[in-house]
């Protein structure tokens, strides 16, 4: 992998394999676990009026709910559910394929230009991986934020099965990671301090602060995330319940309308 680009063709890509595309001129990333047979699991907005800053999340819900020539299953997710699984071409739409990196060193991650392209975090075998994947696509995963609970920090989770103590904090993704940077790069921008730094010092506190913040964030380092085993995530989490129940009453109203 090269240090800008973490790009591949589809013929490098596993099951288990963490990929990830470029959406809007780079302005965002739509993250997902290849599962095998054209076939990807990722996690999306349910409603694109959920939050009025996740036009990336209206974006990709709407994309979801466009049949597919090829795949007849591509789009299932399960009712009031943001995990779908679609086709790898619907997942692109024509937009380049990248795949993330795990077990990075220190100076690697460091080096990436961009968040949200590896980890020095170690990813777990591509069964446990699946696993975790094909589950959270029968129980959910909770609901779209886009700091805190986005497709990257959901496919983090099924790479890793880690997860930050308290799930009200940072995410671990780096959309989230980007966030943390924000504050207090604004406060000192914002205050007299400012004038006492050169550009070039601002644009180096800047450089510093981001690739700083991003390291301390990432799951590989972090001291606040524990292993929580993809079938207790349900009850620790209160994930599921919901979609067990309208999966439920979904099945019973069809059956009722064969009769």
Same mark, same amino acid.
């Given at each position: 992998? %090269?240090? !800008? ?10 099951? %288990? ?22 076939? @990807? ?88 991986? !699946? ?10 995963? %909770?609901?779209?934020? @886009? ?47 400012? !004038? ?43 994930? %599921? ?19």
């Amino acid at each position: 992998m %090269g240090l !800008l680009t973490n790009i591949v063709e589809r013929s490098e890509i596993k099951p %288990g394999d963490h990929i990830y595309t470029y959406r809007t001129a780079f302005a965002y990333t739509n993250h997902g676990i290849f599962v095998g047979g054209s076939k @990807v699991v990722h996690f999306n907005n349910v409603s694109a009026s959920a939050s009025a800053s996740s036009d990336a999340a209206a974006e990709e819900t709407s994309d979801i709910s466009s049949s597919c020539p090829t795949f007849p299953d591509c789009g299932f997710k399960l009712p009031n559910s943001g995990v779908v699984l679609s086709c790898l071409d619907c997942f692109l739409r024509n937009d380049s394929l990248h795949r993330f990196e795990y077990g990075v060193s220190s100076p690697v991650f460091l080096a990436k230009v961009r968040g949200g392209t590896c980890s020095t975090a170690v990813s777990d075998p591509p069964e446990t991986v !699946l696993h975790r994947a094909m589950y959270l696509l029968q129980k959910g995963f %909770g609901n779209y934020l @886009v700091f805190k609970n986005n497709c990257e920090d959901f496919a983090l989770y099924c790479k890793t099965g880690l997860l930050t103590v308290d799930r009200l904090g940072v995410g671990g993704s780096g959309l989230a990671s980007s966030s943390v940077v924000g504050a207090p790069l604004a406060a000192l921008l914002s205050s007299p301090l400012k !004038l006492l730094i050169p550009p070039v010092g601002v644009a180096t506190v800047t450089t510093g602060m981001y690739f700083m913040n991003r390291y301390k964030t990432d799951f590989g380092v972090r001291k606040d995330v524990v292993k929580v085993a993809v079938e207790e995530l349900a009850l620790k989490l209160g994930f %599921g319940s919901s979609n067990e129940r309208a999966m439920a009453e979904h099945v019973a109203s069809n059956s009722g309308t064969a009769r």
